[in-house]
């Protein structure tokens, strides 16, 4: 099979394209996918530099989400059957064309979901569900702001706040960018870039401030939210894309009676994997109602996988970048 192959830390410059053997016969509690489209993140960028939590052994493909059909399953598995089309949350291993996941991160995809974007899906809108669900107990009637709202998990975030009844001020850093978040059902916007934060949302909060900001930014972006957050209210830690990770005074949670939460999505599938199932059965329903519709800007053939990543690198991507095992070019 043809896969992205990493043998040193490096950029996507320092990745190669090979032929390499299929995955080997299945372990107990295994499932084997033929894959048809593979999502891109961030974290995979750090991945292969040996900047993320988990750095597997050389050699390894990148890629923590893929999509495709089951090919075979191990004897104890009986979630899932060859010919299910599926989307697999990976440890790494998406970027090729064959790809074997512990059978609990395996989920039968919708009927009408398409490869591409179940590809795209479980990352991005778990973190946004289950942060915005079970971590923020967001309530209807609760104003929302969504940082970098035109990114991979922003724009989920818009998404899913606005299914569970919430009123959502989008922040970006252009105009275009900010259409994007408008298209998902942000009620109001803010280019960050022409205007300031903490000002604009106590314009439009009556100056009451937001109740749930989500911050997959970090850096003055966090520090501005510090100053716009109402009283009581909640801030979800989802990243640090701007790269400074925040120092956080704890005399202003004090003060302001608030509560920042950091939310690691990817931890629940070992302590709380009940919950992953149980959320993406909602987003599931939400999709097939016409609730939430993902936003892929570029489909890229898995040959062309440096080109991929960089425009994740570079922020010049809106939603998610996918990698496709056709060889057309859909960018």
């Not at 490096?10 to 499932?31: H, I, R, Y």
């Not at 989920?107 to 289950?130: C, K, L, N, Q, W």
């Not at 275009?176 to 280019?191: F, M, P, Q, T």
Request: proline residues 5%.
């Amino acid at each position: 099979m043809r896969a992205v192959v990493c043998r040193e830390w490096g950029g996507p410059e320092s990745l190669s394209f090979e032929q390499v053997a299929d995955p080997k016969l299945l372990a107990p509690g295994q499932v084997r996918i033929a894959v048809s489209a593979a999502g891109i993140n961030f974290a995979d960028t750090l991945m292969i530099q040996g900047k993320y939590q988990v750095r597997p052994e050389f050699p390894f493909s990148p890629g923590l989400e893929a999509a495709g059909t089951v090919i075979e399953a191990a004897p104890d598995v009986d979630t899932v059957a060859p010919g299910d089309r599926v989307m697999a949350l990976l440890d790494h291993g998406g970027y090729a064309e064959q790809a074997v996941a512990r059978a609990s991160d395996v989920f039968r995809i919708p009927d009408g979901m398409e490869f591409e974007t179940a590809a795209g899906f479980p990352i991005v809108y778990g973190t946004s569900h289950i942060a915005l669900w079970e971590r923020a107990c967001l309530r209807p009637g609760e104003t929302l702001v969504v940082h970098g709202a035109a990114g991979g998990v922003g724009l989920t975030a818009v998404e899913v706040g606005k299914a569970m009844g919430a009123t959502v001020i989008a922040t970006a850093s252009s105009a275009e960018k900010l259409e994007v978040a408008a298209s998902r059902g942000a009620d109001h916007l803010i280019n960050y870039k022409t205007e300031d934060i903490r000002t604009r949302v106590k314009e439009l909060t009556g100056g009451a401030g937001a109740d749930v900001i989500y911050d997959p930014v970090g850096g003055d972006t966090f520090d501005a939210s510090l100053r716009c957050i109402a009283w009581g209210g909640r801030i979800l830690i989802i990243g640090f894309a701007e790269g400074r990770i925040p120092q956080i005074p704890a005399n202003i949670l004090l003060v302001k009676n608030i509560a920042t939460i950091g939310v690691h999505w990817g931890a629940y599938r070992q302590n709380q994997p009940h919950t992953v199932a149980e959320s993406f059965a909602t987003l599931f329903r939400w999709f097939e109602e016409g609730r939430i519709q993902p936003h892929i800007s570029n489909r890229i053939p898995l040959a062309d996988y440096a080109k991929a990543m960089k425009l994740l690198i570079e922020r010049r991507s809106t939603g998610k970048v996918v990698l496709t095992m056709d060889a057309q070019d859909q960018d």
